[in-house]
């Protein structure tokens, strides 16, 4: 059974930092690129970072600079630093894998960056 379970997400203040994680069961986990993305309300969902296999990472612009995406594939996740954070990163965070023919999607994190 495949499952990913996403944690770290919360309430943080304007400039605060979050770490995300998505522990993968189920699957080759190194066999897999890895990404986060984001849905706000109203909108569309949006790729924030990505991880190959071989860690090579890529990020939205709107992350370059204040996140950072990393993967541990002997825990079999993969992270999300997010620091600086601004209210427009609030969102629905969504680990997200994908192999050759097989992609997975976590169950979301909810981030809300407020005062």
């Known amino acids: 059974q495949v499952q990913f379970v996403e944690s770290g997400g919360g309430l943080v203040q304007p400039g605060g930092s979050l770490r995300l994680s998505c522990a993968a069961s189920?699957?080759?986990?190194?066999?897999?690129?890895m990404a986060w993305y984001r849905q706000a309300p109203g909108k569309q969902r949006e790729l924030v970072a990505a991880?190959?296999?071989?860690?090579?990472?890529n990020y939205a612009d709107s992350a370059k600079g204040r996140f950072t995406i990393s993967r541990d594939n002997a825990k079999n996740t993969v992270y999300l630093q997010m620091n600086s954070l601004k209210p427009e990163d609030t969102a629905v965070y969504y680990c997200y894998a994908a192999e050759f023919t097989r992609r997975y999607w976590g169950q979301g994190t909810q981030v809300t960056v407020s005062s």
């Open positions: 189920g699957i080759i986990f190194s066999g897999y690129a």
């Open positions: 991880i190959t296999r071989g860690g090579i990472t």
